[in-house]
């Protein structure tokens, strides 16, 4: 159990983390010739920044991986088969993605942006598939009731 929620806990920070990995700032420096040569200036250079993103859809993204979380523990109430093959993906899903985050600083900037849209994908797929099966466990055992 201790380790399931190691893994949890290891899902939402990574996934966070890759959520938020393409946000960086880039820093001009100048320096300063001697006072007695004269100084020639480049032309300014276009540099593309993105800005980091509000604080409040950081919270949106973290909040969302957190409901996604919750929704796997209801799971195990509504539907226990189905809850043992979702916690099964999702492992899955964070170890890979572990292995991927080790190497990440590695890899060239389009593999980066390649790989992050994937396992961005794959968590908000993984995580509708379980939010779905809450609601059709809910269902069937509302309908149940005469």
């Known amino acids: 159990m201790i380790s399931t929620q190691k893994n949890l806990c290891l899902g939402v920070i990574l996934c966070s983390g890759l959520l938020l990995a393409g946000c960086q700032k880039t820093a001009q420096t100048s320096s300063q010739e001697d006072s007695q040569a004269a100084t020639v200036q480049a032309p300014p250079q276009q540099i593309s920044v993105s800005p980091p993103p509000p604080q409040a859809a950081v919270e949106t993204k973290t909040n969302k991986i957190g409901l996604c979380q919750s929704e796997l523990a209801s799971l195990k109430q509504v539907n226990p088969k189905a809850y043992a093959v979702k916690q099964a993906n999702f492992n899955r899903l964070v170890n890979n993605a572990s292995v991927y985050s080790a190497v990440r600083g590695d890899v060239n900037s389009t593999t980066k942006d390649t790989l992050d849209a994937l396992y961005k994908y ?19 055992r509302g309908e149940s009731v005469k």
């Open 122 to 140: 794959k968590t908000n797929q993984l995580c509708a598939e379980i939010e779905r099966d809450v609601l059709q466990g809910l269902i069937q």
